[in-house]
């Protein structure tokens, strides 16, 4: 067993097009331990999301093993996933996914409903995260009544809400201007700086140098660590 917080051995994935197999991942070894900032950088459409979708527990892959935290998930079914999925993984994307008739701090407070907590104890931990990104007084405001930085920062706090060690960010500042862009990446940073495991997939070499370690895909293999 690695003591890696991730470990991936020959990772592969393919989809089907039709009868036609295309192979993305083509074997993928990574380590990734505890606490580290990893970009993930590659050409479009060299299965950057992919690998973040199986990082994330969202798919599983073709063949190949993954632990997280020591335990092999090719063994856990889809409700021990996405327990697995909801105790340990945040996940950002690009296009925040935001519920738009409900307001940030409801939004935020979603994933903790599949919890035991109370919504008291849920509600009063999802205002402290949003004042933590700097939300305070955005709280009953509505997705289209915020900036595209601050719909980012509504995103971050829910993948932060139920604590998880793990953060997952796919091209996070893909939809924002460079200044916006920056604050962001100040603000995911930060979020490592508190222990967290961040990955990052990036197209920009600016937000690639924010983190401790880059990691490079082509031809669905890495060609560069
Ligand atoms: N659900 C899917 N079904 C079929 N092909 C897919 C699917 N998802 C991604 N692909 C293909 O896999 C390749 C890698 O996609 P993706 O992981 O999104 O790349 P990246 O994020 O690096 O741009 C692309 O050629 C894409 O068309
Ligand atoms: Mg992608």
Do not use: W
């Not at 079914?77 to 999925?85: E, I, V």
């Amino acid at each position: 067993m690695s003591s890696a917080l991730i470990d991936l051995q020959r990772i592969t994935k393919s989809y089907r097009q039709g009868d036609l197999p295309i192979d993305v991942l083509k074997g993928i070894d990574l380590q990734i331990a505890a606490g580290e900032f990893v970009a993930l950088l590659g050409p479009s459409g060299s299965g950057k999301s992919t690998l973040m979708h199986i990082l994330g527990l969202l798919d599983r892959p073709t063949s190949g093993a993954y632990f997280l935290d020591g335990s092999d998930v090719a063994g856990l079914d889809d409700d021990q996933l996405s327990a697995l999925r909801n105790r340990k993984i945040g996940f950002v994307f690009q296009t925040f996914y935001l519920i738009p008739y409900l307001t940030a701090l409801e939004n935020v407070v979603l994933p903790g409903l599949y919890g035991q907590e109370s919504g008291a104890t849920i509600r009063r931990r999802a205002q402290e995260i949003l004042q933590q990104v700097g939300l305070s007084d955005r709280m009953d405001f509505r997705p289209s009544q915020l900036s595209g930085g601050q719909q980012q920062r509504v995103a971050i706090a829910r993948a932060l809400l139920n604590d998880p060690p793990v953060l997952l960010a796919d091209e996070p500042t893909g939809q924002l201007d460079s200044t916006t862009s920056q604050e962001i990446m100040e603000l995911i940073s930060q979020i490592n700086r508190q222990g967290r495991t961040v990955i990052l997939v990036t197209h920009d070499i600016a937000t690639a140098a924010c983190a401790q370690r880059r990691i490079e895909l082509n031809d669905g293999l890495v060609c560069r660590d």
